[in-house]
């Protein structure tokens, strides 16, 4: 096809949106384990979760048989106000690297919460309001999720209390306030509002706070509080379904050009913007329909994919929540303070887990300053300030892309983009002023975690 067919956004109509989740477990084979009750070790029940999540969100998550759930027209009146996300032709990136590779990226930093979580902030938040709750409470560790669960809460008129850690309650003041302009009420984590909380302040007084610990205090909030629930924005299937609409997008863009890619790649974290942008193209090669190549990019500082154990284990630090099984470096494992706060997460989906268990999916981890490398190559070439979470993804299509500049193929490549970075300048600043580390764990490290790994 000549370059001038394909535009160098594609845009879809609102009518193009899709009017249903893609819930990619129904066509797979081997199905990713159930989550497991903390205290039984049986396989958690919807009675068990209620106290928790709600109701409609627990259906969604322990669904593996129904491919599709139709997105509510609510959710979707929401969705259009800034999707469908362009799906960009990266021809000035291509030229500058004079690649034969094709490359495009699925954009979605386009509203103001600045990444793709808000495709399931809303979701989250509308069936909250649908069970008639008055609000939610999560945790939030750079801020992103907590934004984007603000504007969606203040859109439904729910509650929201987020506790956020408290290192980034100090160093990321101005997002602190973006959630405070969506009514959010935000609190620096260990705070002395929850039991978990006092406990942690009276153990190590002057912490700064950690996601594990900003979970607890949450999860202990929502299930003392009348009318309220707990939610999550990573690592549930939940979320990787509304997720979905990535994927689903990207696909119809490309299908209207007869495009197919032959590599997809995405960073990941808990997983759930990879499981979304891949959903749909998993789904073909599942079905033996297609065949592509998907990549996921993790930090060397957090590589739950590529050096961590497929086993069983705690979701969060605080070991309140259910039992997983998934490609995890232990849930005592406290990352090193990357500037990737999004990718700091010791699992990984168990989706995910099981289709790189299966080998239909890769998994590479790359290094922080290489990333910036490419964040900065990218910003230069195609405008937009990438997040450094997103910049995993950019870092693997540049070297693919590079690779095809040797052997002459005309891959095309399909990649994640899923946020902005304007809340992370002072990483771009470290960067610039080569104070960034490059920190890998030891393997002695790694085993010291995985021996504590609960026996299941
Ligand atoms: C949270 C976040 C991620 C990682 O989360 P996943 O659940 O793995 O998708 C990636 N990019 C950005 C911009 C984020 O905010």
């Known amino acids: 096809m000549s370059k001038e067919k394909i535009p160098y956004k594609i845009y879809l109509e609102e009518s193009e949106m899709p009017s249903a989740w893609y819930n990619l477990r ?7 384990a159930p989550l497991l009750d903390p205290k039984t070790l049986k396989p958690m029940t919807a009675e068990a979760l209620s106290g928790v ?29 800034y999707r469908p996300s362009p799906l960009v032709r990266a021809y000035c990136l291509e030229e500058k690297l004079g690649t034969p590779a094709k490359i495009y990226y699925k954009f979605e930093g386009n509203n103001t919460s600045g990444s793709h ?13 649908k069970q008639g709750l008055k609000g939610v409470t999560t945790e939030t560790g750079a801020g992103q999720w907590g934004t984007a669960l603000s504007m969606a809460c203040s859109y439904f008129g729910l509650d929201c209390k987020v506790y956020m850690v408290k290192c980034s309650y100090e160093q990321k003041p101005f997002r602190r306030e973006v959630m405070k302009v969506y009514g959010a009420s935000v609190t620096p984590s260990p705070s002395t509002e929850t039991e978990v909380g006092r406990k942690i302040l009276a153990e190590h007084p002057g912490t700064t706070g950690s996601l594990g610990c900003a979970i607890s205090e949450a999860v202990e909030k929502s299930m003392t509080s009348e009318g309220y629930r707990y939610v999550l924005g990573s690592v549930l299937n939940q979320v990787m379904l509304h997720q979905s609409v990535i994927g689903l997008e990207a696909k119809t863009a490309l299908d209207k050009y007869g495009v197919k890619p032959d590599i997809i ?12 942008l891949i959903a749909p193209f998993m789904g073909e090669k599942i079905r033996g329909e297609a065949d592509y190549r998907f990549i996921a990019v993790e930090p060397v500082s957090c590589p739950s994919l590529t050096r961590g154990v497929y086993a069983y284990d705690f979701c969060d ?29 010791h699992g990984m989906n168990s989706t995910l887990s099981q289709l790189h268990y299966d080998g239909l999916m890769e998994a590479v981890s790359v290094k922080q300053t290489d990333v910036f490398e490419a964040a900065e190559y990218f910003a230069r070439v195609e405008g937009i300030l990438p997040a450094p979470e997103s910049s995993h993804a950019i870092r693997v299509a540049i070297d693919e892309a ?13 990649f994640g983009l899923t946020g902005t970075g304007y809340f992370d300048m002072v990483a771009y600043e470290k960067f610039h002023n080569g104070q960034m580390g490059d920190y890998t764990p030891t393997d002695e490290e790694l085993e010291k975690y995985k021996a504590k790994l609960p026996k299941v």
């Open 117 to 129: 979580k808000l495709n399931s902030a809303i979701a989250q938040a509308y069936y909250a309001k």
């Open 317 to 345: 630090t605080g070991k309140v929540c259910p039992l997983s099984k998934m490609y995890t470096l232990g849930c005592d494992f406290i990352p090193s303070s990357s500037h990737s706060g999004g990718l700091r997460y």
């Open 265 to 276: 790649i995405g960073c990941a974290g808990g997983g759930s913007n990879l499981g979304g």
């Open 53 to 81: 999540f709600c109701d409609e969100l627990i259906a969604q998550e322990l669904d593996e048989n129904r491919a599709y759930f139709e997105i509510p027209e609510e959710i979707r009146s929401f969705y259009k106000m």
């Open 402 to 414: 590079l690779k095809c500049k040797e052997t002459g193929e005309e891959k095309t490549i399909l």
């Open 26 to 32: 129904a066509d797979m084979k081997n199905k990713p």
